[in-house]
């Protein structure tokens, strides 16, 4: 039986996974004729999915030097966790503000810990979920330029953002803390919801930044394999 040849989506999905599981090392390099070896394809389907990964921000293409995965500096997360706390807190004055009891009550419902709606043991699925729920809230405040800014700064976080989510206590903990943070908003309780969030963030920020340093740790000296295994 001849061998089934990967697409493009194919490549595209397997090294995304490997980026985010830390397979390949963060801010290491590696060429198309290393891909293309490696998953036993033409340099085409290679440079597509290098193309649509660079857009994504996980890796930086440079021209006759081959292919920079995006490097992960602790300090520079914190940086960025810092900013997301103050644009969450405004976020949630304006929410406070602005946004109904009707859509701050499907909103809860959405993240009652007693049903976990759609919960899935898909770290990507549930980081995808999580960020609708703080986007909705800024959205709700009405300020869509915030919302933007909440987006930037997510797309920043995303590689380690997922790794909040590959316990099974950690997603508990986030139906209960989302939906805490909306009843607090249904009372217009604004200190007690910004106390809420800015605890929810710190506890996710640290666990990620565990995580993150653990993987980085096992990974440090595995060089990209020279061949796909079978």
């Given at each position: 039986?001849?061998?089934?040849?990967?697409?493009a989506?194919d490549v595209?999905?397997?090294?995304?996974?490997?980026?985010?599981?830390?397979e390949?090392?963060?801010g290491s390099?590696v060429?198309?004729t290393e891909?293309?070896?490696?998953?036993?394809?033409?340099r085409?389907p290679?440079?597509?999915?290098?193309q649509r990964?660079e857009?994504?921000?996980y890796?930086?293409v440079l021209?006759k030097?081959?292919?920079?995965?995006?490097?992960?500096?602790?300090?520079?997360?914190?940086?960025?966790?810092?900013?997301r706390?103050?644009?969450?807190q405004?976020?949630?004055?304006?929410?406070?503000?602005?946004m109904s009891?009707?859509?701050?009550?499907?909103l809860?419902a959405?993240?009652?810990?007693?049903r976990?709606?759609?919960?899935?043991?898909?770290?990507?699925e549930?980081?995808?979920r999580d960020e609708t729920f703080?986007?909705?809230l800024?959205?709700?405040g009405?300020?869509?330029?915030?919302r933007?800014?909440l987006a930037d700064?997510?797309r920043?976080?995303?590689?380690?953002?997922?790794l909040?989510f590959?316990?099974?206590?950690?997603?508990?903990?986030?139906y209960?803390?989302?939906?805490?943070?909306?009843?607090s908003?249904?009372?217009?309780?604004?200190?007690?919801a910004?106390?809420?969030?800015?605890d929810?963030?710190?506890h996710?920020?640290?666990?990620?930044?565990?995580?993150?340093l653990?993987?980085?740790?096992?990974?440090k000296?595995?060089?990209f394999p020279?061949?796909?295994?079978?």
């Amino acid at each position: 039986m001849a061998e089934t040849r990967l697409s493009a989506k194919d490549v595209y999905t397997r090294l995304r996974e490997m980026i985010l599981n830390f397979e390949i090392y963060p801010g290491s390099r590696v060429t198309e004729t290393e891909l293309a070896d490696y998953f036993g394809v033409s340099r085409t389907p290679i440079r597509s999915a290098l193309q649509r990964l660079e857009a994504e921000g996980y890796l930086t293409v440079l021209p006759k030097q081959g292919c920079f995965i995006r490097n992960l500096d602790i300090d520079d997360l914190s940086k960025y966790y810092q900013v997301r706390k103050t644009l969450e807190q405004l976020s949630l004055q304006l929410a406070n503000t602005y946004m109904s009891d009707t859509a701050l009550s499907e909103l809860a419902a959405a993240w009652d810990p007693a049903r976990q709606i759609d919960r899935s043991d898909d770290p990507e699925e549930m980081e995808a979920r999580d960020e609708t729920f703080h986007l909705a809230l800024a959205e709700g405040g009405g300020n869509l330029i915030l919302r933007n800014y909440l987006a930037d700064v997510n797309r920043h976080l995303r590689i380690v953002r997922r790794l909040g989510f590959t316990r099974s206590e950690r997603i508990d903990q986030t139906y209960d803390d989302h939906y805490r943070i909306c009843q607090s908003l249904l009372r217009r309780d604004l200190a007690e919801a910004q106390t809420l969030m800015r605890d929810h963030i710190q506890h996710v920020e640290q666990f990620v930044k565990t995580i993150t340093l653990t993987q980085l740790a096992i990974n440090k000296k595995h060089s990209f394999p020279a061949k796909k295994t079978a």
